[in-house]
């Protein structure tokens, strides 16, 4: 072996060079192979690798590899998404900082800023993910606005419009301030904030009565046209066809009467603002009130507000309280908690807003495409774990338009143009939209494209088909790549996005291929800190992935975030999960420098190693058949505790140690070619776990061909194995541990030989394994015997007496001495459990707990006296 020490970042670099070199992580399609896809959840063009990142992508390489090994043809898809709002952010700041204001750009200057930042930026978090190991097919990498992906995504925006499943409307719509745009409903976050309700005086009109109203947004007065309160709340008949005065601005309101308002909520009366919240707004259009919009798109007073205009909404909500206490009007505040919506890109709190834009009709959707729901529900698509399959029914049966409008200018272009009198045709092109404006007989002189983009998501909703056909949504039948690839087979996300991505892929692959488009879902946890906190830069708690990569290899750290993500849990991340990764390529790499050490001579084998290497093969099939299970389960993080397990157990702390040859001895060829045979199929077993080193190491077995590399090499599949031989073995690996216990017990040298004493009828089983007992448990004899041994230290294994003889090797007497003594305290110490227990005031008065603690220890004292007592009567 060329070297001592194993160098993570050197044998990274040259073997994935290596594999992209030769085509190794290629795929195409082959009618001799079944295919196994994944396509990866494309990273915003805007992001860098992140401990989410991480976990999600080495998912998704463990199966990938795995299933290359098994012969399929894997293909595994990468790609970027572009990121509307987040993008867009990102080079409206990249301007700020060149002195240039987005607002005196025009749409085509401004977009090849764009394409400028995304040439620069946009390709760092798939390289990020090579240092990962993560075997994509490179060469198949798109992204969201390549021109053909673009185009896909305007056809089906025309397609759904002509099918009446897009539509347009004057709704009231998430908004974000900061961003300027419409958000989904699944685009807000909601946050338990710490916040203020503020109780108002509303006079009645012509008296110097007033009624009180409570709010949390006293910035929101200025679009007041009603008070609302519940036709059975007895307080408020008296207000019936009289009006109140709106404070500060001094509009004259109606007082109306709705089921809505709960009269236990603050004081049973609520100010209706009709532009500025949902139900407000429903309340509007029940009872025809006006609708005054107080708010500009950035979140500023409007002119509309008359007071503190072009002021920012939060600092109008102080100032306004300030006044109203000025006035008398503030009757008192009191701290409450409650739920406000932020924009999930750029944190700003979320404002309802009478906005006009795009809608997918999505109950009409489910009505077209019931599979959407049923395939889940049946497990024809399966989510690992299940237990979110309730989640994803409740979203579904109760599932809202889907807001597709935003108004940025990076993404892709709304394809509606409008006439001046604001007609609207959905047209691909200005001289098709000429054409049908045309046909309706409707003006067509100065038409113009809609100024918004399409939501992200309804590009992303397309992936798992346009990434091998953008044809079919032109009508077009399917290519062969789509033929061949689709449906994929495992899709590895998050749960937060199950509906906004998992449900919607699952509606075009219904309407565009009338196929699910894959056939199960791996719901990874989020990552948080020892502590159970979200990671955050804000934190400070999130380490970047490449220090710990540059720390404890690619492999290391791929192990690490496994060990503890089991599926749809958090995942506690730990460095020190890492070291652990890092000890586990470090033990399989001292496994094999430790049998290159050997020096091999024509010797025959002792008759212990052939039994050592039928119990390994027995026990490789038999963990084998385990792992397999779990893989096929979805649970990847037990299958790697069954595969850690096997190596650093079985194969490095028993097998090797049973074949070992005494220091400074030779070994037979026979032994070695066997170790190496075992190492091989280890080898291939943990590669899709650890790809690197596992790659170095399979060529240091023996020179290998390209096509003999180890990503491609076959993938151990269980074979018939002899469960009797497992039986033995697991019978003298605990005669072995016993005898080593003892020594530990007496504080006898390890190393000290003993003689063994064996009372068995049956004496196959240590015959056989005669060898191994001596070597691993320093024994210098065995000898069976009719009768039990005196002055000896024994334990029973299935009914079998085993005796190590002590007279001579210890001191029986200082022995006896040093148990007796420790026999007398022991029952002192049972005594004084004893009083305590019989103490009826201690007994009424201790905690459960307490009392339940003491009479165990009254049972651990008087199974251990019993213990002292048989070995005082064993050294007799």
């Known amino acids: 072996m060329s070297q001592k020490t194993y160098n993570t970042a050197e044998v990274e670099a040259r073997w994935y060079s290596y594999w992209l070199d030769n085509k190794l992580f290629s795929s195409s399609p082959n009618p001799n192979k079944k295919p196994y896809t994944i396509v990866i959840p494309p990273p915003n063009v805007t992001g860098v690798l992140h401990m989410g990142h991480m976990l999600n992508n080495t998912i998704?390489?463990?199966?990938?590899?795995?299933?290359?090994?098994?012969?399929?043809?894997?293909?595994?898809?990468?790609?970027?998404?572009?990121?509307?709002?987040?993008?867009?952010?990102?080079?409206?700041?990249?301007?700020?900082?060149?002195?240039?204001?987005?607002?005196?750009?025009?749409?085509?200057?401004?977009?090849?800023?764009?394409?400028?930042?995304?040439?620069?930026y946009g390709g760092i978090i798939l390289q990020q993910l090579k240092n990962l190991g993560a075997s994509c097919d490179w060469d198949r990498t798109k992204f969201t606005m390549d021109a053909e992906y673009y185009d896909a995504v305007i056809d089906v925006f025309i397609d759904l419009h002509q099918k009446g499943l897009i539509y347009k409307g004057y709704r009231m719509v998430n908004w974000d301030p900061l961003g300027k745009t419409a958000l989904s409903d699944e685009e807000v976050n909601h946050k338990e904030v710490n916040s203020k309700l503020y109780f108002i005086k509303y006079f009645i009109e012509g008296s110097q009565d007033f009624?009180?109203?409570?709010?949390?947004?006293?910035?929101?007065?200025?679009?007041?046209?009603?008070?609302?309160?519940?036709?059975?709340?007895?307080?408020?008949?008296?207000?019936?066809?009289?009006?109140?005065?709106?404070?500060?601005?001094?509009?004259?309101?109606?007082?109306?009467?709705?089921?809505?308002?709960d009269p236990a909520f603050g004081t049973g009366c609520l100010k209706v603002t009709p532009a500025h919240d949902i139900n407000d707004y429903e309340l509007g259009k029940r009872h025809h009130l006006e609708i005054i919009d107080v708010f500009n798109e950035d979140g500023t007073i409007s002119k509309a507000g008359q007071l503190f205009v072009g002021e920012d909404r939060f600092v109008v909500r102080k100032k306004i309280a300030k006044q109203l206490e000025e006035q008398g009007l503030l009757v008192k505040v009191e701290d409450i908690k409650n739920n406000v919506g932020y924009s999930e890109r750029t944190d700003a709190v979320v404002e309802p807003r009478l906005s006009s834009q795009w809608f997918v009709d999505m109950k009409k959707f489910m009505a077209k495409n019931p599979q959407v729901l049923e395939d889940v529900m049946t497990d024809k698509i399966q989510l690992h774990p299940a237990k979110f399959k309730n989640t994803y029914r409740h979203w579904l049966e109760n599932v809202k338009d889907w807001c597709i409008s935003r108004q940025l200018w990076w993404g892709q272009r709304i394809p509606a143009w409008y006439n001046e009198q604001g007609e609207f045709v959905v047209a691909k092109t200005y001289e098709q939209a000429q054409t049908l404006f045309k046909d309706m007989n409707l003006s067509f002189d100065k038409i113009h494209q809609d100024e918004d983009v399409l939501d992200t998501w309804f590009s992303s909703w397309l992936w798992p088909i346009s990434v091998f056909d953008t044809e079919i949504f032109k009508g077009n039948k399917p290519n062969a790549e789509l033929d061949y690839y689709y449906p994929t087979n495992t899709l590895v996300t998050a749960p937060e996005i199950l509906f906004?991505?998992?449900?919607?892929?699952?509606?075009?692959?219904?309407?565009?291929?009338?196929?699910?488009?894959?056939?199960?879902?791996?719901?990874?946890?989020?990552?948080?800190?020892?502590?159970?906190?979200?990671?955050?830069?804000?934190?400070?708690?999130?380490?970047?992935?490449?220090?710990?990569?540059?720390?404890?290899?690619?492999?290391?750290?791929?192990?690490?975030?496994?060990?503890?993500?089991?599926?749809?849990?958090?995942?506690?991340?730990?460095?020190?999960?890492?070291?652990?990764?890092?000890?586990?390529?470090?033990?399989?790499?001292?496994?094999?420098?430790?049998?290159?050490?050997?020096?091999?001579?024509?010797?025959?084998?002792?008759?212990?190693?052939?039994?050592?290497?039928?119990?390994?093969?027995?026990?490789?099939?038999?963990?084998?058949?385990?792992?397999?299970?779990?893989?096929?389960?979805?649970?990847?993080?037990?299958?790697?505790?069954?595969?850690?397990?096997?190596?650093?157990?079985?194969?490095c702390a028993w097998y090797l140690e049973m074949i070992k040859p005494e220091y400074g001895q030779p070994i037979d060829k026979v032994t070695v070619t066997q170790a190496k045979e075992?190492?091989?199929?280890?080898?291939?077993?943990?590669?899709?776990?650890?790809?690197?080193?596992?790659?170095?190491?399979?060529?240091?077995?023996?020179?290998?061909?390209?096509?003999?590399?180890?990503?491609?090499?076959?993938?151990?599949?269980?074979?018939?194995?002899?469960?009797?031989?497992?039986?033995?073995?697991?019978?003298?690996?605990?005669?072995?541990?016993?005898?080593r216990n003892i020594k530990n017990a007496k504080n006898l040298p390890p190393k000290m030989l003993v003689s063994l004493k064996v009372k068995s009828n049956q004496r196959v089983v240590i015959d056989k394994y005669e060898g191994i007992i001596k070597k691993l448990a320093f024994v210098d004899n065995i000898d069976f015997v009719l009768e039990k041994v005196e002055s000896a230290s024994s334990f029973i294994i299935k009914g079998d007496e085993y005796f190590v003889p002590l007279e001579g090797v210890l001191d029986l007497e200082a022995e006896k001495e040093k148990i007796l003594k420790e026999l007398e305290y022991t029952k002192g110490f049972l005594k004084s459990i004893e009083i305590k227990l019989s103490n009826e005031k201690f007994v009424n008065n201790a905690k459960p707990e307490v009392i339940e603690n003491e009479r165990k220890k009254q049972q651990d004292a008087l199974t251990k006296i019993k213990v002292l007592e048989a070995s005082i009567v064993s050294l007799a």
Not at 95 to 117: M, P, T, V
Not at 226 to 253: H, S, T
Request: hydrophobic letters at 40%; aromatic letters at 12%; one cysteine or more.
């Open 678 to 739: 075992l190492y091989g199929q280890i080898l291939r077993l943990v590669h899709p776990l650890m790809p690197f080193i596992t790659e170095e190491l399979w060529h240091e077995l023996e020179p290998r061909s390209i096509e003999e590399s180890i990503i491609i090499a076959q993938y151990p599949t269980p074979q018939p194995f002899d469960i009797k031989i497992l039986q033995e073995a697991d019978t003298v690996f605990e005669v072995i541990t016993q005898i």
């Open 60 to 120: 998704q390489d463990v199966l990938i590899r795995r299933a290359r090994m098994q012969g399929l043809e894997a293909c595994w898809v990468p790609g970027t998404d572009h990121a509307s709002i987040a993008t867009e952010a990102k080079v409206v700041a990249m301007l700020k900082e060149k002195g240039i204001n987005k607002a005196d750009l025009s749409r085509e200057e401004f977009l090849d800023y764009a394409w400028e930042w995304k040439e620069k």
């Open 500 to 651: 906004f991505w998992v449900a919607r892929m699952i509606m075009a692959g219904y309407e565009y291929k009338n196929e699910l488009p894959f056939t199960d879902v791996y719901l990874t946890g989020i990552v948080r800190d020892k502590q159970g906190r979200k990671m955050s830069k804000s934190l400070g708690n999130s380490p970047d992935p490449l220090d710990l990569i540059a720390k404890y290899g690619a492999d290391g750290v791929r192990v690490g975030m496994l060990l503890s993500s089991p599926a749809g849990n958090d995942l506690l991340f730990d460095e020190k999960y890492c070291e652990q990764g890092r000890n586990f390529w470090n033990k399989l790499w001292n496994a094999y420098r430790l049998i290159e050490m050997w020096e091999v001579a024509d010797l025959d084998a002792p008759s212990g190693n052939q039994a050592a290497y039928d119990w390994f093969t027995a026990r490789f099939n038999q963990a084998l058949v385990e792992i397999e299970d779990n893989y096929n389960k979805f649970k990847i993080s037990e299958a790697l505790m069954g595969i850690y397990k096997l190596v650093w157990d079985d194969y």
């Open 211 to 261: 009624i009180t109203v409570a709010t949390t947004r006293p910035e929101t007065i200025m679009g007041d046209t009603a008070v609302c309160v519940n036709p059975e709340d007895e307080r408020y008949g008296a207000l019936k066809g009289k009006k109140v005065i709106v404070p500060l601005i001094n509009r004259a309101v109606n007082v109306i009467y709705d089921d809505y308002v």
